[in-house]
DNA sequence: CTTTTATATACCTACTTGGTTATATAACTA
DNA sequence: TAGTTATATAACCAAGTAGGTATATAAAAG
């Protein structure tokens, strides 16, 4: 995944109100009204979020005569989620190589 | 996780020279200059960034004299990870019904 | 004690972001 | 055609961010 790309995902993650319309994203297509609906926040706000979901390639909207009808998006979700599980690999291995040190370290001291 | 956590997470892994420095810190912990010293960039600069990453809860840093050792920390990591592969999931059963449901309608469509 | 080294802080600037209201566009409805 | 509904855009503002340079702090070396 390119840079650029990387930062657009985890930015647009790093709000709640964008993870909230993630969340009901999740549970199916729907428009820009209902999505808007449960947030104290005016319509033009939301269209913002939907935008900037949209750039990150989060989120892609088809047309329905007037409606936007927006849904989620795997792609972006998932290299997000790799770059992630990557570093936390990484990381677990290293924890373990320092297990491993731990371990030896004991049997010296405990012959 | 509480949303502000995830905020700052997520927010902290939205630019590229704060992944490369988690990139760095998954070889092992290191001290400021050393991860500074890669980076056209100042010394401050670099402080600030750990500072962000810090922030999240992604870096941990020990003392060790006039050095500031500085170690990725997995928790912050993981609850990141936890959020993005539940919506995965979630999004993969919804993807699962639609392909039960095509497969419906192919059905049907081809008696 | 003085100097050097490692790091942090203060302050400044340019840019971005998240929200607002008002307005435009575009498609239904009567 | 006129009015209503769904959504987008424009213009604005307050707050936040990423960078810079200069300086402070604190430990190490001499």
Same mark, same amino acid.
């Given at each position: 995944?390119?840079?650029?790309?990387?930062?657009?995902?985890?930015?647009? #993650?790093?709000?709640?109100?964008?993870?909230?319309?993630?969340?009901?994203?999740?549970?199916?297509?729907?428009? +820009?009204?209902?999505?808007?609906e449960p947030f104290e926040m005016s319509q033009?706000?939301?269209?913002?979020?939907?935008? +900037?979901?949209?750039?990150?390639?989060?989120?892609?909207?088809?047309?329905?005569?007037?409606?936007?009808?927006?849904?989620?998006?795997?792609?972006?979700?998932?290299?997000?989620?790799?770059? #992630?599980?990557n570093y936390r690999r990484i990381w677990e291995?290293?924890?373990?190589?320092?297990? +491993?040190? #731990?371990?030896? #370290?004991?049997?010296?001291?405990?012959?």
């Amino acid at each position: 995944m390119q840079p650029a790309a990387l930062d657009a995902t985890f930015a647009a #993650l790093a709000d709640p109100t964008r993870r909230a319309i993630l969340a009901r994203l999740a549970l199916g297509e729907t428009t +820009v009204m209902e999505l808007a609906e449960p947030f104290e926040m005016s319509q033009p706000a939301i269209s913002k979020h939907l935008k +900037v979901l949209e750039r990150a390639g989060l989120v892609s909207r088809g047309r329905d005569g007037q409606r936007r009808p927006c849904r989620i998006e795997a792609k972006a979700l998932g290299e997000a989620n790799e770059w #992630l599980e990557n570093y936390r690999r990484i990381w677990e291995a290293n924890f373990s190589r320092l297990d +491993v040190l #731990l371990e030896e #370290l004991k049997k010296k001291n405990t012959p």
